[in-house]
């Protein structure tokens, strides 16, 4: 048997101040799908995509990337497994080119040549920006920059990528181009949001955090059904949106 893209078993964690973020969280994701993390402001979400990676690391608990355990011995391997896209995406370009941000992480690896050059060929292809691999970041929209620090984490080929609020700030056409990219991955992805349409749009299942405890985890239509543990939550959906006027589910 395969193990999960992710395994994450009591996992438990409290700040050097003494707040206490995650209190026993379980979670199992599956290799190939793709879940939107859902939760109020201060829920835990951040708390528990940076145990993903080991950038924090369990208080108690354990979590596990495709059957490897987390920690200190294992990170550059969990670090290549599991991409963070994060929000704003200065924060992860910073070379002179495109070309040179998407290299940068399999150059660390110690790629080289030809086999470097494919990765960025390969990574530029799956988001569309191909053209864009001799221009400055700097110099394109703020979607195409979110559509290239995406490439700079597949170019890693992770298993799972995590995207933090990938629709914000995007205009409605390239919003719907970064859920075809989302669609198209076949990698596990995490999607951790405050937009509910694109969690129903991008993900079939759906957990929720609310105050460090997972307080729902299943088909994202229900979920967002789900009025009293809608409104225990602090989750809103747009107004005149109806989740069960969405007639398919993502695949
Ligand atoms: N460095 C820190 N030190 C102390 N407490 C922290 C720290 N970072 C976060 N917290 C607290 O931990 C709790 C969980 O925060 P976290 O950032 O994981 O929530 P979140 O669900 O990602 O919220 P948001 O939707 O606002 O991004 C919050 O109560 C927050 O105040």
């Known amino acids: ?11 438990a964690f409290a700040y050097p101040d003494g707040h206490q973020a995650l209190f026993g969280v379980d979670l199992t994701v599956g290799a190939g799908e793709r879940v939107a993390l859902l939760g109020p402001n201060g829920a835990g979400k951040t708390t528990l995509v940076l145990h993903l990676n080991g950038v924090l690391t369990a208080g108690a608990g354990t979590v596990s990337v495709g059957g490897l355990r987390v ?46 050059d494919a990765r960025v060929v390969e990574a530029l292809d799956r988001v569309g920006m191909t053209a864009y691999a001799d221009r400055p970041p700097h110099h394109l929209s703020f979607g195409q920059r979110r559509r290239v620090a ?20 995007l205009d409605p056409a390239s919003r719907r181009e970064l859920a075809d990219i989302v669609r198209s991955l076949e990698e596990t992805v995490l ?4 937009d509910l349409p694109y969690a129903l749009e991008l993900c079939p299942r759906a957990v929720v955090l609310a105050d460090g405890h997972v307080v729902a985890d299943g088909p994202t239509r229900d979920v967002l059904l789900d009025e009293p543990l809608m409104r225990a939550n602090r989750l809103e959906l747009p107004f005149g949106f109806d989740p069960a006027a969405i007639d398919s589910l993502p695949r």
Do not use: K, Y
Request: no cysteine; charged share 25%; net charge negative.
């Open 191 to 194: 999607v951790v949001t405050h």
């Open 1 to 11: 048997m395969t193990a999960p893209a992710l395994d994450v078993r009591g996992l």
């Open 71 to 116: 920690e200190r011995t294992s990170l550059p391997e969990v670090r290549r497994r599991v991409g963070i896209v994060f929000q704003d995406p200065d924060d992860q370009l910073f070379m002179g080119t495109v070309r040179d941000d998407v290299a940068f992480g399999p150059a660390n690896l110690g790629l080289r040549g030809r086999e470097l």
């Open 150 to 169: 995406v490439a700079t984490v597949l170019t890693m080929r992770p298993q799972v990528l995590v995207l933090d609020e990938p629709s914000s700030n």
